[in-house]
C-alpha cells in the first residue's frame, strides 16, 4: 500500500503553507544559523496532551530529567537515523498499517475539527 511513497519528496508531504509562510520559515532558520552555530539553539515546542504525558513518563520514570533532555535525546536519535531512507519508509508503512488496522471507532469530522478548533 504505500511501498510507492517517497517521504523525502515534498509533494508527499501534504504541505499545506503557502509560499510565503515557506520563505518566512526559511528566512527565520537563515537568521537563527549564526546564533545556533555559536552556542546551540534553545526553543519552545508544543506538544499535544498524549505526546506531553508520553515525555513526562519518561521524566517520572528517571529516564529523562526533564522534558527538554527527551527532546534532545530523541532529536539526536531522530538525526542518527537520517541517512536510513529505508528505516524511515519502514517506520512510515507500520505506522500507515497500524492507523489502517486500528479498531477503534474513528472521530466524525466535526468532531475532530472541533477538537483541533478548526471551526
Same mark, same amino acid.
Given at each position: 500500500?504505500?511501498?510507492?511513497?517517497?517521504?523525502? @519528496?515534498? @509533494?508527499t508531504? !501534504?504541505?499545506?503553507?503557502?509560499?510565503?509562510?515557506?520563505?518566512?520559515?526559511?528566512?527565520?532558520?537563515?537568521? $537563527?544559523?549564526?546564533?545556533? &552555530?555559536? !552556542?546551540?539553539?534553545?526553543?519552545?515546542a508544543?506538544?499535544? &496532551?498524549? $505526546?506531553?504525558?508520553?515525555?513526562?513518563?519518561? /521524566?517520572?520514570?528517571?529516564?529523562? /530529567?526533564?522534558?527538554?533532555?527527551? /527532546?534532545? /535525546?530523541?532529536? &539526536?536519535?531522530?538525526? @542518527?537515523?537520517?541517512?536510513?531512507?529505508?528505516?524511515?519508509?519502514?517506520? #512510515?508503512?507500520?505506522? #500507515? @498499517?497500524?492507523?489502517?488496522?486500528?479498531?477503534?471507532?474513528?472521530?466524525? $469530522?466535526?468532531?475532530?475539527?472541533?477538537?483541533? !478548533?478548526?471551526?
Amino acid at each position: 500500500m504505500t511501498d510507492d511513497i517517497d517521504i523525502d @519528496d515534498p @509533494d508527499t508531504q !501534504g504541505d499545506w503553507r503557502t509560499p510565503a509562510d515557506r520563505a518566512r520559515d526559511i528566512a527565520q532558520a537563515n537568521a $537563527l544559523r549564526e546564533q545556533a &552555530s555559536k !552556542g546551540g539553539l534553545r526553543f519552545e515546542a508544543f506538544l499535544p &496532551s498524549g $505526546l506531553a504525558e508520553w515525555v513526562l513518563d519518561f /521524566v517520572e520514570r528517571r529516564v529523562f /530529567v526533564d522534558p527538554s533532555e527527551a /527532546v534532545f /535525546v530523541i532529536l &539526536s536519535e531522530h538525526k @542518527d537515523l537520517e541517512p536510513y531512507g529505508d528505516l524511515r519508509t519502514e517506520i #512510515l508503512k507500520r505506522s #500507515l @498499517d497500524a492507523a489502517r488496522d486500528d479498531t477503534r471507532p474513528p472521530i466524525p $469530522l466535526d468532531e475532530f475539527k472541533k477538537k483541533m !478548533g478548526l471551526r
